[in-house]
């Protein structure tokens, strides 16, 4: 058996959350394999509305393991208060959910030196959701981090106040004052404990050659990946399909379906490049119709067009089998819909995605005609209008893979799987 990867081809928030939800029931085991509280992953579905920051999404089904690999990092207080919350919710995670002991911590001070970094760093801020991913990560291939292991040696406390001390010296070269809040960093490394600390990349192994079937979530998007994405305004972890591979402990031909999940436009949250972006009244219009504001932080996301030279390098570098689109119905209501196909740079045209997108770098559009009418009630592909499924059939026909789920609405039920494929052969 091989495990299936679902990741974001753009900059994140494509909709993973939602889909792997969607998707959980085919699946016996649901894994992140990277990224940590930064992302924010939302669900939808009956009275339920949830944003997930560590948890895997496949955490509202019955009988489904969740496990959070030895390639995410994990903030203990903020994890506990994501658990709290899915108690609350009538979801008590302790026995279905496995935590790597591989998994680096988040500690306080990692938050502090984000925070200080992206400070001193004033205009040319990456826009970091302050999370202490960075910070942890960098401890982590420094090899100076602390992993969940830890947690359960008898001299844990020690080692956490070695690594402090160092964040504090570390901490001496910025203008910035601070305070160490270490309660909820406590609360939740006690909290965690009743939780299974696993060996994940063997549990993993064992599951596929038990057959089971596992979805691996990406976290971010291939546009934040650390080497391919547009450095340095990027997040600190490989977000693409080899991630899968070294954030769980799998062998790259275990690596099955590849889900690219892509919104039917663009959206960024944070600093950097984005040739598609929509600065004014269409941009403006992307955002309230679509809601774009940070799961995470609540920022307000930039909008744009789709980009299909972007696309097609994601489409590329992950090995995309599968393609999901995403907020199809947030286009309901324009009467022309533009995809950028190419890219024009010092007046040469290249469909191909640049070492660097600065100013030079101009889309060159395809314009398209809207469908102007609602479609979060359909459920059936062909029901949809045909401007939609030319749209579709377009970026079918230039990324060479099929679209094989289109949603339309952000609620579970809201969801077009097309019919006669089989998700596990
Ligand atoms: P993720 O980080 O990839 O899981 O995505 P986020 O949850 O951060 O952002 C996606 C947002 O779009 C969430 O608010 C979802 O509820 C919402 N959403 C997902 N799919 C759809 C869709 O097809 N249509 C609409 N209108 N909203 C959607
Ligand atoms: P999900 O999983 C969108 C962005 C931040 C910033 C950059 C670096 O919900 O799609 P970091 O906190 O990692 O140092 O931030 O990456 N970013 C995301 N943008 N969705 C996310 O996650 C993101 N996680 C980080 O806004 O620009
Ligand atoms: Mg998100």
Known sequence: MKTDVLLGLQWGDEGKGKVVDV??????????????PNAGHSLEFDDVEIVLHTVPSGIFHKNIVNVIGNGVVIDPGILKGELEKLKQLGVEASGQLMISKKAHLILPTHRIIDAASEAAKGKS????????IGPAYMDKTGRNGLRVGEILESDFKERYEQLKRKHIEFLRQFDYEYTIEEEGFFAGVEWMKRFRFVDSEFYINRALNE?????????????????????????????????????????PRRIGEVYGIFKAYCTRVGS??????????????????????????????????????????????????????????????????????AYEINGKETAEFPYELNEAVKPVYKEMKGWNTPISDIRDYDKLPEELRLYVKFIETETGVPVDIVSVGPNRDQTIIRALRDYHD
């Open 23 to 36: 998707l959980t029931p085919k699946y016996d085991v649901v894994a992140r394999f990277q990224g940590g």
């Open 125 to 132: 801020k990456i826009g970091s959701t302050l999370k202490g």
């Open 211 to 251: 057959n089971k079937h596992i979805l691996a979530e990406g976290a971010q998007g291939t546009l934040l990946d650390v080497d391919f994405g547009t450095y340095p305004f990027v997040t600190s972890s490989n977000t693409i399909c080899a991630g899968a591979c070294t954030g769980l402990g799998l062998a």
């Open 272 to 341: 950097g490049p984005f040739p598609t972006e929509l600065t004014e009244d269409t941009g403006e219009k992307l955002r309230s119709i679509g809601h774009e504001y940070g799961s995470t932080t609540g920022r307000p996301r930039r909008t744009g067009w789709l980009d299909l030279v972007a696309l097609k390098y994601s489409v590329m570098i992950n090995g995309v089998t599968r393609l999901i689109m995403t907020k199809s119905d947030v286009l309901d209501t324009f009467d022309s819909i533009k995809l950028a196909t």
